[in-house]
């Protein structure tokens, strides 16, 4: 079978220069197009010198519509309304739409279900293959422990990150509320400040940490009496998260339209 035909949209951002290297130096796949904003500084180089590789041929863009026409899958990882964008030409070409992108809204989610009704969407918090699996460790630790044990979700990533807490902390978040067959949204608490009083039982407290060039960390802590769990995991790099995507893609490719999550393409999604 052919190379897969990728577009990485948003090709100048650190997510985007690891994607096309990470694609650039995988078997299977291949740098189709690269897409930034308009007016970027870096539209018309090419996406190799981009990124620090040797030249590709692929010039970067301002006009994704033409790609997504030739193209088999897009890697996106920019921000709520680009994704939002990008997923209404995903579908209206048909193609496979990863979305790495987080600090999207109820509304935002309910456009890309809507637009993976034409196209293969791959969504989720966190694409590497350690979260996922600490997903479901979670979510069998948070079902096996009841409301004894107290759950409280860390999080620490580098001061530009712009949204908390991360896709990560809230895909943590669901998985522990899944557990306990609860809704994350009647019992997330995240903030505390003052007099907040006593800890509600059943709560799932969420704390945000920001500085420095930290990538991600996480840890979900189940805190019972005179003993504590600790769930952790600790990103050393973004290219796992880039291979994630484009494993992603490949899953993706000839599929059924639907809305799909990594825990689907990891084999993670039942007990």
């Known amino acids: ?13 650190r997510m985007g220069k690891t994607l096309i290297r990470t694609i650039a130096g995988m078997d ?7 897409v930034e904003r308009s007016g970027s500084p870096e539209i018309g180089r090419d996406a190799g010198v981009l990124a620090g590789l040797e030249p590709l041929g692929v010039t970067v863009t301002d006009d ?4 997504f026409a030739a193209a088999e899958g897009v890697l996106d990882f920019t921000g709520p309304a680009a994704t939002l964008e990008f997923a209404e030409l995903a579908a209206q070409a048909r193609i496979v739409h990863v979305i790495g992108t987080t600090g999207l809204s109820d509304a ?11 196209a293969v969407v791959v969504k989720s918090g966190n694409m590497s293959l350690g979260v996922n699996l600490l997903a479901l460790l979670v979510r069998q630790a948070a079902r096996a422990l009841d409301a004894d044990f107290d759950i409280e979700v860390v999080e620490m990533h580098h001061r530009m990150k712009v949204d ?18 609860i809704d994350l ?17 059943g709560d799932i407290g969420f704390a945000t940490l920001r500085g420095g060039t930290v990538i991600g960390e996480h840890a979900v802590v189940l805190a019972g009496e005179f003993e504590r769990v600790e769930l952790v995991h600790k ?15 490949l899953w993706g490719r000839g599929r059924k339209p639907g809305l799909y999550s990594m825990a689907d393409v990891l084999g993670l999604s039942d007990d």
């Not at 908390?164 to 067959?181: D, F, K, N, Q, V």
């Open 28 to 34: 299977g796949v291949t740098v189709a197009g690269a």
């Open 64 to 67: 994704p519509l033409p790609l």
């Open 235 to 249: 990103a050393e790099d973004r290219s796992i998260f880039a291979r994630g995507a484009v494993k992603a893609a």
């Open 185 to 201: 949204g009647d019992h997330a608490v995240r903030s505390r400040d003052g007099h907040t009083g006593a800890r509600r039982r």
């Open 164 to 181: 908390a807490p991360s896709g990560t902390a809230l895909m943590l978040g669901e998985a522990a509320a899944r557990g306990r067959g």
């Open 1 to 13: 079978m052919a190379d897969m035909r990728l577009i990485v949209v948003g090709a100048a951002g």
């Open 108 to 118: 935002d989610n309910d456009r890309i279900r809507a637009a993976a009704r034409h």
